[in-house]
């Protein structure tokens, strides 16, 4: 009896293909700029506010602390009422946070501002990454993740530019270069109600890559995941509790205060890191797609990560040759580490996965804004104190060697697998 014949899902048009490729990228662009907004105004909030580090420290943790609980609901939001609401429903949501952030000449009003968008930004992300999944997956799905990626990169790396293309905003104080990110919230807004149109018509058409979402919420999904999926959430967690404390909250003061950089140059080195990221990103998604390595790759990327904190503690004058390796390592490991999570997560699970991932990295992210801020202080860091600031340097390096631990014993864990049984 012969089989039944395989009937092909029919794909998006490319233009619709190209206008979510556009919107998705210009939502996410838009909310990492938001994001990174406070590294280039962190000196002049000390400065003209009299912030401390841990006030600093705190503008960021306090984005991260609901998510440590909300953005696994969120997930869970994701799969229950589809992508395309929580999208549009979270930019919102960090629209109104960057205006009170920009409003915030206190401490309390800022850091109400900072909550919101948190809030609104990690469910933001599951959402989108959910989105990428169900429009790519079997379509060089880590190729279009990582081009998703580099162009939201790009809008870290213009935060971290800022200082030089809107001088004039800085010269004004701390508030006008606020109030240009709630211009990049608004244009995330509005790239989301294009994307909203878009996905409603595919869906419809039934050209997405994934089945449609379940019709109840399942939190047993949450003992469902393998091991190897804890291993990613171990790299995801360590590896992000460097990389965004360190590159978007402390980078910028400690490039000005124990390099000796001025503002410009200072923002423009830390913005290396972005850019790299930006064109680097999708070459190792593309790598990802057509190896399958996933693990080794991983474990690749994650090590260079230790050895750029070891070159800038023990290498005078490497900061350049840090950042460098810091670029790298942020190009390549998160190239492959969201394209992984479908491997160990049915489709239905996607958005619960994503979102606990997102969940525990954000309190990672938590901990470690405030952990790094409270090192600084109580070591005195400062201009007149450069050396305040190597303790700080050890602390991201310890979370360094962690991420890279998790990748190799997932790596072990994969070769284990494949190794074929005994006869």
């Keep these: 009896m012969s089989a039944a014949p395989v009937i092909a899902r029919p794909t998006p048009s490319l233009g619709a ?27 002049l909030l000390a400065q003209q506010l009299h912030f401390n580090d841990t006030q600093i420290g705190t503008l960021n943790a306090i984005y991260s602390l609901p998510n440590i609980f909300l953005v696994l609901v969120g997930g869970v939001l994701v799969d229950r009422f589809s992508a395309r609401v929580m999208v549009v429903a979270t930019t919102a949501i960090c ?18 501002g900072r ?25 060089y799905f880590a190729l279009q993740l ?83 999926y804890w291993l990613l959430v171990g790299t995801c967690v360590a590896f992000y509790s460097v990389i965004f404390p360190f590159r978007s909250t402390f980078a ?49 990327g994650a090590v260079l990560l230790p050895l750029s904190f070891l070159v800038l503690g023990a290498l005078p004058g490497s900061a350049a040759i840090s950042t460098a390796l810091l670029g790298l390592s942020f190009s390549f490991l998160p190239a492959v580490l969201w394209p992984t999570v479908p491997r160990y997560a049915a489709p239905e699970q996607l958005g619960t996965a994503y979102g606990l991932m997102t969940s525990l990295q954000n309190a990672g992210l938590f901990a470690a804004n405030l952990a790094a801020g409270y090192i600084n202080d109580v070591s005195g860091a400062s201009a007149l104190n450069p050396g305040g ?23 072990l864990s994969d070769q284990r697998k494949a190794a074929p049984a005994p006869a």
């Excluded at 629209?95 to 109400?112: D, N, P, R, Y």
């Excluded at 490039?255 to 913005?271: D, K, Y």
Aim: proline share 4%; charged share 10%; with cysteine.
């Design 17 to 43: 293909q190209a206008l979510f490729f556009v919107s998705a990228a210009l939502v996410m662009l838009g909310n990492y700029y938001g994001y990174d907004s406070i590294g280039p105004v962190a000196e």
């Design 95 to 112: 629209l109104i946070g960057a205006v009170l952030t920009a409003l915030g000449e206190h401490f309390a009003v800022m850091a109400v």
């Design 115 to 139: 909550l919101l968008f948190g809030i609104g930004s990690e469910t933001l992300v599951v959402a989108v990454l959910v989105a990428l999944a169900q429009w790519f997956t079997g379509r």
């Design 146 to 228: 990582a081009l998703n990626l580099s162009l939201a990169r790009l809008g870290s790396y213009l935060a971290d530019r800022s200082p030089t293309f809107a001088k004039h905003l800085y010269e004004q104080g701390w508030q006008a270069p606020l109030w240009l990110a709630v211009g990049f919230a608004a244009l995330s807004f509005a790239a989301a109600v294009l994307y909203f149109y878009v996905d409603r018509r595919q869906a419809a058409r039934g050209t997405l890559a994934l089945a449609p979402r379940p019709e109840r919420i399942d939190w047993s999904h949450l003992l469902r995941f393998p091991a190897g």
């Design 252 to 300: 910028i003061k400690y490039l000005q205060e124990a390099q000796g950089l001025s503002l410009e140059q200072a923002g423009t080195l830390n913005s290396y890191v972005f850019l790299a990221a930006a064109f680097a990103t999708p070459v190792f998604g593309l790598l990802l797609d057509r190896t399958g390595r996933n693990a080794l790759l991983l474990a690749v």
């Design 389 to 411: 600031y190597a303790p700080m340097l050890w602390f991201f390096g310890f979370l360094s060697v962690v991420a890279f631990l998790c990748t190799v014993l997932l790596w």
